[in-house]
């Protein structure tokens, strides 16, 4: 499904009926990296994905991503869809536009849900290094993003043995298109700290670490949930940053026992 949302084409999906929960996916992928956990939680909870702007089936405008636009996509959707409130889940990019919308708009959160994400902002490493993925993104196209991005998403044991995946995900990756490329990466690089956040969420949150995540280590991911006032932390075993489709059971059972665990108070 597709609608107008900011001047723009948004596709998403919308299946199931119950507490809404909502999916905001990483870099530089798109809506179907949640197909399991839609076919885990759609008998219970209505569950919206989303193609972000510059993914998937949405459309790719040439200027300007910011993640404040992304969460005012998301926000804007939402009212399309009529939801007032709901669970959002967010892994790494995704949980920085969660920082986003949750800065703008506490109230449309029932339980918040981070995984494999930080709250600091690039350093100036990772701030060049944005730089350099655009450039090759430009010169080369989308699909060297995959080259760059494969070993940086998937643990090492998946990258070796998981040909599916991997084949999979590659897939993904060439087909975006490089604009949708390029600004998620400057949007990324402007990101401010969301550290002084951390302290202020007052919603159920979940925050989950893969194991063997490198671009996003657990250990770091833990240290986050520490500062997030009452949140649980899950460590994801034989998963990297991808956790949510290299160990999707696990993933699931968490944030199936987080819904449930809220359920009587906050669903
Ligand atoms: C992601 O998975 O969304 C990216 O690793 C985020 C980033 O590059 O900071």
Not at 39 to 47: E, H, N
Not at 68 to 85: N, T
Not at 215 to 224: G, N, R
Not at 236 to 260: C, D, K, R, V, W
């Amino acid at each position: 499904m597709k609608a107008h949302i900011n001047d723009i084409g948004l596709a998403y999906s919308d299946e199931g009926q119950g507490p809404p929960v909502v999916f905001l996916h990483a870099f530089p992928l798109n809506r179907t990296m949640w197909v399991p956990q839609v076919a885990g939680l759609k008998d219970r909870y209505r569950v919206v994905t989303i193609d972000l702007r510059g993914h998937g089936e949405s459309d790719a405008p040439m200027w300007r991503y910011t993640l404040d636009q992304f969460a005012e996509d998301v926000h804007g959707l939402l009212e399309h869809l009529g939801i007032a409130k709901a669970t959002f889940v967010g892994l790494s990019m995704g949980g920085y536009i969660l920082f986003a919308l949750y800065r703008k708009s506490p109230s449309l959160f029932q339980c918040l849900v981070l995984a494999d994400t930080r709250a600091t902002a690039d350093t100036p490493e990772a701030k060049a290094a944005r730089f350099s993925m655009a450039q090759i993104a430009y010169r080369r196209g989308a699909s060297s993003i995959a080259d760059l991005m494969l070993p940086k998403l998937l643990s090492p044991a998946s990258c070796e043995h998981r040909a599916d995946l991997r084949g999979h995900l590659r897939t993904i990756i060439a087909s975006n298109q490089v604009s949708g490329i390029v600004d998620d990466l400057m949007a990324m690089e402007e990101r401010p700290d969301s550290t002084p956040l951390l302290s202020t969420i007052s919603v159920p949150t979940l925050v989950i670490g893969g194991e063997e995540d490198l671009a996003s280590p657990p250990e770091e991911v833990e240290a986050m949930a520490q500062q997030i006032p009452g949140s649980t932390f899950v460590r994801i075993p034989q998963a990297g940053h991808l956790s949510n489709m290299e160990n999707p059971a696990a993933f699931n059972a968490a944030l199936l026992s987080f819904l449930t665990s809220v359920g009587n108070s906050n669903l």
